[in-house]
């Protein structure tokens, strides 16, 4: 697979799935766009990807939580100076907030995982479509989880922000769909080894769960740009692929 320097923007690049899926992308030769909150995490995926001979990504901290307007247009200002096109954006970054019954879960925390969870989501999108527009064929991918497709009890704003997320998707794709050359996708990666699914499952052996690096070649395939324009997609936990109708 080669991306021949095609421009993709992961959020949550720091640790996880996302990653994972950077550095993936980054070896079949996509130029990205890291996004993240901690950039001694970002700068060490950034030599990873030098080592492995990759285009040389750029690093763009950001704490989607509180991020304003001015952030997102900053980002996108930059981006098109640069490069005057974006091939996919990868909204990957989230918190799992609290588990417990919605009476007992705290206000401040549900809106802090609303906002970085979904909102962040929409705003990023907004800033960047024209990019994306830019571009022949593109991609905007959106992370979900089973407790997003159908909201489950105790998962609190977790789960209703990805819930959100998901219509949030399906709008789009709807809009998308004669109006652009742009793909939407939903992925639900299933359980990922990863520091989120340790937090919401301590009491199982975290070998019971695919590494990251497995889960990130569904991104790679789905974003494989041999492909074309594919149409709208949900790619589910067990990697099986339907079509967003
Ligand atoms: N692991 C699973 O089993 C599983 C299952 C279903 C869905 N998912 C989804 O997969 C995606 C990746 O999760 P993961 O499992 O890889 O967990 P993770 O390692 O905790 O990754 C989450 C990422 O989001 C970033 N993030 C959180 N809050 C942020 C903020 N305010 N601003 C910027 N970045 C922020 C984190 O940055 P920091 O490192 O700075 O905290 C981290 O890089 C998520 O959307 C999750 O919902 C995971």
Do not use: C
Not at 8 to 14: N, Q, S, Y
Not at 15 to 38: D, E, M, P, Q, V
Not at 125 to 142: C, I, Q, Y
């Amino acid at each position: 697979m080669d991306f021949d320097q095609r421009l993709i923007l992961v959020t949550g690049a720091g640790s996880g799935i996302g990653r994972a899926t950077a550095l993936a992308l980054a070896k079949a030769n996509a130029r990205l766009l890291l996004l993240g909150r901690h950039v001694p995490a970002l700068e060490s995926l950034f030599d990873d990807i030098i080592a492995n001979g990759a285009p040389e990504p750029s690093i763009l901290p950001l704490d989607l939580d509180g991020a304003s307007a001015a952030d997102y247009t900053q980002i996108a200002q930059a981006v098109e100076q640069q490069f005057g096109s974006l091939y996919a954006l990868v909204h990957n970054a989230a918190e799992l907030g609290e588990r417990v019954p919605f009476e007992h879960y705290l206000e401040a925390t549900w809106q802090r995982v609303m906002r970085v969870n979904f909102e962040a989501a929409t705003h990023l999108t907004r800033a960047l479509l024209p990019l994306l527009k830019a571009s022949d064929h593109s991609h905007l991918v959106f992370t979900s989880s089973s407790v997003g497709e159908t909201p489950r009890a105790y998962w609190g704003a977790y789960s209703v922000s990805k819930y959100a997320l998901e219509g949030f998707a399906k709008l789009l794709a709807e809009e998308f769909e004669k109006t652009t050359q742009i793909d939407v996708t939903i992925i639900n990666p299933g359980a990922t080894r990863t520091r989120m699914r340790q937090l919401a499952y301590p009491a199982e052996d975290p070998l019971d769960s695919p590494e990251p690096e497995q889960v990130a070649q569904r991104y790679l395939r789905r974003l494989n740009p041999e492909l074309g324009r594919q149409g709208a997609q949900r790619i589910h936990a067990d990697g099986s692929v339907t079509a967003i109708s």
